[in-house]
């Protein structure tokens, strides 16, 4: 411990803490400042992107409730709520802070290892809602541009076209064969083996007719494959990745909970 004591302030109470305490403190406010200031950063990403779309526009405003950024916007809002009171409750050793910063950590990990297992134990549905959910996106392409995002993002990167293959675009009343327009019977331009001609000019109707062709034809032209089974490839192909990862999050919530408790305790043992 230490051998002397500072002067006692309110940042810095003089309770004779080990060295080992101090550090383990200055260890919770910096973790805590790291991910305040992420939290800040997925809130700044929610204002940005709610106010790109012009979200508050006065004919959008009714519908903002159901806008993804919306979920961005209020996670990295409770992230940074979160995180500053557990910063500021280990700076000024504050126990009504730190109680409610420990509570909510404890719940939160209670939380992640009930989805854990729901999850594993509902894989077979999980996959049936993540199918559903992908034939919406697809059905309403042109109407909703974050799920046109989200899709093209996901056809692109994953090199995959439609659900389970690319004749899935049929469900889109613009790709649906019985559609009067130059869409009629196409699919995306993400889902194109080479969108870009020349290498650099975006070609957008690369994939017109594309649900007219034969598998042999149309594999120069598109991807045959769907994006479901790439999805769940791409997770097999990482999951050693994923599972660092996971554990990572996981042992740093665990030990952020650990020394908010065994700074709760010194709090308490010198302010009885």
Not at 35 to 46: D, K, Q, S
Request: charged share 15%; net charge negative; aromatic share 10%.
């Amino acid at each position: 411990g230490f051998s002397g004591c500072p002067a006692a302030t309110m940042i810095h109470p003089c309770y004779g803490y080990s060295f080992m305490d101090y550090f383990l403190k200055y260890f919770l406010i910096m973790c805590n400042l790291l991910f305040t200031v992420l939290g800040l950063l997925i809130l700044a990403l929610g204002v940005w992107g709610l106010i790109s779309k012009e979200s508050f526009a006065q004919e959008k405003i009714s519908s903002i409730g159901t806008d993804p950024m919306l979920v961005v916007l209020s996670v990295g809002f409770l992230l940074t709520a979160l995180c500053l009171s557990g910063c500021v409750g280990a700076l000024r050793e504050n126990r009504c802070l730190l109680k409610l910063f420990s509570a909510t950590v404890l719940v939160l990990i209670a939380a992640q290892v009930i989805v854990a297992i729901v999850a594993h134990t509902l894989q077979d549905q999980i996959e049936g809602n993540l199918r559903s959910g992908m034939l919406v996106a697809m059905a309403r392409y042109q109407d909703d541009l974050d799920l046109r995002f989200i899709t093209d993002e996901i056809q692109s990167n994953l090199q995959c076209c439609g659900v389970d293959n690319y004749r899935d675009w049929e469900i889109n009343i613009y790709y649906n064969c019985s559609a009067p327009g130059v869409l009629a019977c196409g699919v995306p331009a993400t889902c194109c083996v080479d969108p870009l001609e020349n290498g650099t000019v975006w070609n957008s109707q690369c994939g017109v007719g594309a649900q007219l062709l034969d598998e042999f034809t149309a594999q120069s032209v598109i991807f045959l494959g769907g994006c479901l089974g790439e999805i769940f490839r791409w997770i097999e192909h990482h999951e050693g990745l994923i599972g660092i990862i996971v554990t990572v999050v996981f042992g740093v919530q665990i030990l952020i909970l650990f020394i908010t408790i065994r700074l709760l305790e010194r709090i308490n043992r010198h302010k009885v």
